[in-house]
């Protein structure tokens, strides 16, 4: 079973940068790391995924160009660098962890509790 924590959330002014981490603990991260997000009033939307073997990446088409996700494998930890935030960017953000190698598979095996990210204008 894999436990993953995330952190580095917090309040920024829009146009400021964060970076995330999603630490995973008591096995191996898993085939796919993803990034999702669930804003006041709104279902939990799909953000970023990586595929662990190759690297290879995924975005939603609100956060390309402006979010990237990567993996560090002797770390165990997936990160979401989050440049040029927006008010609308203002979300509970969750870590998973997934078998399988789709990039576009939303369906994972384990949670993160999420940190919260805060935009101000």
């Known amino acids: 079973q894999v436990h993953l924590v995330e952190s580095g959330g917090g309040l920024v002014q829009a146009g400021e940068s964060l970076i995330l981490s999603c630490a995973a603990s008591?096995?191996?991260?898993?085939?796919?790391g993803g990034w999702f997000r669930q804003g006041p009033g709104k279902e939990r939307e799909f953000i970023a995924a990586i595929r662990w073997s190759d690297g290879r990446t995924n975005y939603a088409d609100s956060v390309k160009g402006r979010f990237a996700i990567s993996r560090d494998n002797a770390k165990n930890t997936v990160y979401l660098q989050m440049n040029n935030l927006q008010r609308e960017d203002t979300a509970v953000y969750y870590c998973a962890s997934g078998r399988g190698l789709s990039l576009t598979q939303l369906t994972y095996d384990y949670w993160g509790p999420g940190t919260q990210v805060t935009v101000s204008s």
């Open positions: 008591g096995s191996r991260f898993g085939s796919r």
